[in-house]
């Protein structure tokens, strides 16, 4: 879809309850695109999907072997939301994404200058998974954002009460990266998640073994917060991280010169657990933080009164 200059919306969907597929592609073997979307300047949004209540899937991609990109999105500057999505009450998943093998990106989002959000997800009550992806192996990248400078958030989840998973990624053996992050310089947060009152992970993430990475942030000089967590009262997990055998790092951070806090966590009162790491037999560093010169704060943890650990 190439849109001219001034269009409203590049794709939208609004179908009626009951649909069971608001969006489904199954394109053949060695498909460069299984969608593709590069919109005029000015275009309000790349791709807006307000699917009805009972809407199985939101977007459901299932791209054949050899496919480049299953999703990739190249929104021309000034576009308001490269990828928005909200879904209604009792959708399944707002997002799920499921490459065939030697998929290069499950997911790619490279947005122009000013983009205000690279991926925004605000999926209604009930909704069971915010964002879910499961890559096939040899997967390049499970999740790869590169937003351009002045993005306000490269990555920004605020899911409803009651969400299962802010952001869940099992990736398959052989993945190299299950998250990586690489902001520009100026943005604000390089990872914000805000999860509702009753969510049971505000971040899990379960990486096959042989994973590279099983997290790790790359900010710029000038980024405000290179990890924050703010989740709700009642969480049960501010950041779980259970890595198989073999996993070089659980978490590392190596934020760049002037950084405020390379990891800071402020949990809400009665959350059982501010920051627990399980990793597996076998893995170099639980916990590795390399801060450059100028870092105010390494590790800073604040919890309120009541939390376990």
């Given amino acids: 879809?190439?849109?001219?200059?001034?269009?409203?919306?590049?794709?939208?969907?609004?179908?009626?309850?009951?649909?069971?597929?608001?969006?489904?592609?199954?394109?053949?073997?060695?498909?460069?695109?299984?969608?593709?979307?590069?919109?005029?300047?000015?275009?309000?949004?790349?791709?807006?999907?307000?699917?009805?209540?009972?809407?199985?899937?939101?977007?459901?991609?299932?791209?054949?072997?050899?496919?480049?990109?299953?999703?990739?999105?190249?929104?021309?500057?000034?576009?308001?939301?490269?990828?928005?999505?909200?879904?209604?009450?009792?959708?399944?998943?707002?997002?799920?994404?499921?490459?065939s093998a030697g998929t290069v990106h499950a997911l790619k989002i490279q947005p122009s200058a000013g983009t205000v959000h690279a991926l925004k997800i605000q999926p209604s009550a009930g909704t069971v998974h915010a964002l879910k992806i499961q890559p096939s192996a040899g997967t390049v990248n499970a999740l790869k954002i590169q937003p351009s400078a002045g993005t306000v958030h490269a990555l920004k989840i605020q899911p409803s009460a009651g969400t299962v998973h802010a952001l869940k990624i099992q990736p398959s053996a052989g993945t190299v990266h299950a998250l990586k992050i690489q902001p520009s310089v100026g943005t604000v947060h390089a990872l914000k998640i805000q999860p509702g009152g009753g969510?049971?992970?505000?971040?899990?993430?379960?990486?096959?073994?042989?994973?590279?990475?099983?997290?790790?942030?790359?900010?710029?000089?000038?980024?405000?917060?290179?990890?924050?967590?703010?989740?709700?009262?009642?969480?049960?997990?501010a950041l779980k991280i259970q890595p198989s055998a073999g996993t070089v790092h659980a978490l590392?951070?190596?934020?760049?010169?002037?950084?405020?806090?390379?990891?800071?966590?402020?949990?809400?009162?009665?959350?059982?657990?501010?920051?627990?790491?399980?990793?597996?037999?076998?893995?170099?560093?639980?916990?590795?933080?390399?801060p450059s010169a100028g870092t105010v704060h390494a590790l800073k943890i604040q919890p309120i009164e009541g939390t376990v650990h």
């Fill in 252 to 290: 590392k951070i190596q934020p760049s010169a002037g950084t405020v806090h390379a990891l800071k966590i402020r949990p809400s009162a009665g959350t059982v657990h501010a920051l627990k790491i399980q990793p597996s037999a076998g893995t170099v560093n639980a916990l590795k933080i390399q």
């Fill in 1 to 99: 879809i190439q849109p001219s200059a001034g269009t409203v919306h590049a794709l939208k969907i609004q179908p009626s309850a009951g649909t069971v597929h608001a969006l489904k592609i199954q394109p053949s073997a060695g498909t460069v695109h299984a969608l593709k979307i590069q919109p005029s300047a000015g275009t309000v949004n790349a791709l807006k999907i307000q699917p009805s209540a009972g809407t199985v899937h939101a977007l459901k991609i299932q791209p054949s072997a050899g496919t480049v990109h299953a999703l990739k999105i190249q929104p021309s500057a000034g576009t308001v939301h490269a990828l928005k999505i909200q879904p209604s009450a009792g959708t399944v998943h707002a997002l799920k994404i499921q490459p």
């Fill in 199 to 237: 969510t049971v992970h505000a971040l899990k993430i379960q990486p096959s073994a042989g994973t590279v990475h099983a997290l790790k942030i790359q900010p710029s000089a000038g980024t405000v917060h290179a990890l924050k967590i703010q989740p709700s009262a009642g969480t049960v997990h």
